[in-house]
Nanobody, 126 residues
Framework: VQLQASGGGLVQPGGSLRLSCVVS????????IGWFRQAPGKEREGVVS????????AYADSVRGRFTISRDNAKNTIYLQMNSLQPEDTAVYYC????????????????????WGQGTQVTVSS
């Protein structure tokens, strides 16, 4: 079981990045994949999550309308398209997997995510 996140970097305010998470070792249709982030001195928070069985998604209020999650099941890859990035989006971004299809109210509950990738740094600065 492995998750490999990539795509982070330095971007100016208003810019865009696309993160990728390659998932292996799961039956993809039975899990929930979440993107979380952790800024220095802050708790890890849920950003966006997708239930693989039906594509149901949940977005944090702070990113709704700017971030979009998508998937390519043939490549076992989940993408996070981040547009209109702001300095407050600066954080280490992690993809994580819950070995179940979570209900919407649980999609950002860290305790359900038993598998984590290594994180990728996103820095938004001029």
């Amino acid at each position: 079981v492995q998750l490999q996140a990539s795509g982070g970097g330095l971007v100016q305010p208003g810019g865009s990045l696309r993160l990728s998470c390659v998932v292996s070792g799961f039956t993809l249709g039975r899990i929930t994949i979440g993107w979380f982030r952790q800024a220095p001195g802050k708790e890890r928070e849920g950003v966006v999550s997708i239930r693989q069985s039906d594509g149901s998604t949940a977005y944090a209020d702070s990113v709704r309308g700017r971030f979009t999650i998508s998937r390519d099941n043939a490549k076992n890859t989940i993408y996070l398209q981040m547009n209109s990035l702001q300095p407050e989006d600066t954080a280490v971004y992690y993809c994580a997997a819950a070995n179940a299809g979570l209900i919407r109210s649980s999609m950002f509950a860290i305790r359900y995510y038993g598998y984590w990738g290594q994180g990728t740094q996103v820095t938004v600065s001029s």
